[in-house]
């Protein structure tokens, strides 16, 4: 829903700043195409950056569990920030932190998660979660825009409901850590053994 509050804001200044122009709509457009190119940049830079400089070291330091907190306490301090104050600047900024980490921590984060798993589930549920799931949570966020449109929930409403989503969301990923950590100490142990009788 980030993406559809960041267009709403955007089209709302486009408006103000193309108003009185002698050719407003074309002014719009290039405002608007201005504007998510800076955005896009921003994105672009900032995710080679953590990938080089951020990625590793997080690894290394906090471990893959800890580090699956990171994106959801970007989304619940900005979207949080954001249901106060919803300003365009604001909102852009919280948004090419969220895009640049979930383009570059997290996408290797979820990848270590199958590092302990079986060989099934490597390539069957990987599988089916890189396809059916990912597609599902695509619809799901249509279907929660559609409703918050038809319940006129405004950029606020929708920062509130990313909140709502973040606390969901951490819980989902304190079970998983824990699964996680499971799974690891089991594969430790049956590596250990492997090594210990050949």
Request: aromatic share 8%; charged share 15%.
């Amino acid at each position: 829903t980030g993406d559809y509050m960041l267009a709403e804001l955007v089209s709302r200044a486009a408006d103000a700043a193309s108003a009185g122009a002698a050719d407003a709509e074309a002014a719009r457009r290039t405002w608007i195409g201005v504007f998510y190119g800076n955005f896009q940049t921003a994105i672009s830079a900032l995710t080679a950056l953590a990938q080089m400089l951020l990625v590793a070291r997080l690894f290394q330091r906090a471990g893959l569990e800890r580090a699956l907190f990171v994106l959801p306490a970007i989304v619940l301090f900005g979207y949080g920030t954001v249901a106060l104050l919803p300003l365009l600047g604001l909102l852009a900024m919280v948004k090419v932190l969220e895009n640049s980490t979930e383009y570059s921590l997290q996408n290797t984060l979820q990848q270590a998660l199958f590092l302990p798993t079986s060989r099934d589930a490597k390539y069957k549920a990987k599988a089916a979660i890189d396809t059916f799931v990912v597609r599902a949570g695509d619809v799901g966020s249509a279907a929660l825009v559609w409703l918050g449109t038809q319940l006129a929930f405004g950029v606020q409403g929708f920062a509130v409901v990313n909140v709502g989503m973040g606390l969901l969301w951490l819980l989902l990923i304190v079970r998983l850590a824990r699964r996680h950590r499971a799974l690891s100490s089991a594969h430790q142990a049956s590596a250990h053994l492997s090594l210990g009788s050949s």
